[in-house]
């Protein structure tokens, strides 16, 4: 498993380049991409692609190589392999083949943009990709509201406004840091609530980059003593569907579904 840039080429270990230099073949999601990198390092290795449309099939060939003895390395587009990339398919079954798997760390968008984010690190919870239905967003945002750790996910620049908007409405106007094109020349953290944020993108003539959103833990909270039916109504009304308020509340009071929709019942 071998972490490669996630934009600036120099940010790659030696041991990285001397291992891609020295396995049989390289398995990659983009041939193309992966070659660039190759050839600012003069490395001249056979290539595979592995990628999310071929990855069943392609780790059955690649498990049939690596029980000959070959040597294979793993890498994604940018960043470390897995992380929020293919190879789970392909490491599971490895370690059940009783094969060895080897990490070779590096760069990972995230841990970079955390690291100089200002926000707390000593929790953090890596969602990776969100939905992209809005109802789904929304109720996954409620689950992890009382968390008490900095939330990070990435966006692409096409759903960055709207999942501001989710964030908003089920976090609250926390804190939140955005962190774009991480080691390119054009790198930018942008700070303030969702809204603000929100309002500083729609501005621009054009998003581009793919984003880490990093949102601010949960602070502590009075014991909440909404009324149960205000308190799934208010999820409902921002976009969650009935039973996953029911269940958000249920977790959020202690209680069971079953209790929450019993102690709704009463009230009618």
Request: glycine share 6%.
């Amino acid at each position: 498993m071998v972490a490669t840039p996630i934009g600036n080429l120099e940010d790659i270990s030696p041991r990285a380049l001397r291992i891609l230099g020295e396995v049989d073949v390289i398995a990659c999601e983009d041939t193309r991409h992966t070659r660039k990198l190759l050839d600012r390092y003069g490395i001249s290795r056979p290539l595979v692609s592995y990628h999310e449309h071929n990855e069943q099939a392609r780790a059955t060939e690649l498990l049939a190589d690596l029980q000959t003895g070959r040597n294979i390395a793993l890498v994604s587009d940018a960043g470390t392999p897995l992380i929020a990339d293919p190879g789970y398919r392909l490491v599971e079954q490895a370690r059940e083949q009783g094969l060895t798997v080897t990490p070779v760390p590096g760069a990972c968008a995230f841990i970079a943009a955390l690291s100089a984010s200002g926000l707390p690190t000593d929790a953090f919870l890596f969602i990776g990709f969100l939905p992209a239905k809005q109802g789904q967003r929304r109720k996954l945002l409620a689950e992890w509201k009382s968390l008490p750790a900095t939330l990070v996910l990435y966006e692409a620049p096409h759903r960055i406004l709207e999942t501001l908007e989710d964030i908003a409405a089920t976090l609250g106007e926390r804190h939140v840091v955005l962190a774009r094109e991480l080691t390119k020349i054009h790198e930018e953290f942008l700070r303030g609530t969702p809204s603000e944020l929100a309002v500083k993108l729609a501005a621009r003539d054009s998003v581009k980059g793919e984003f880490t959103v990093m949102i601010a833990r949960a602070e502590s909270e009075p014991i909440d003593d909404t009324p149960l039916d205000d308190a799934v109504e208010k999820l409902v009304a921002s976009g969650v569907p009935r039973m996953d308020a029911l269940k958000t509340v249920a977790r959020q009071r202690g209680l069971s579904k079953r209790e929450v929709y019993k102690k709704l019942h009463e009230r009618e």
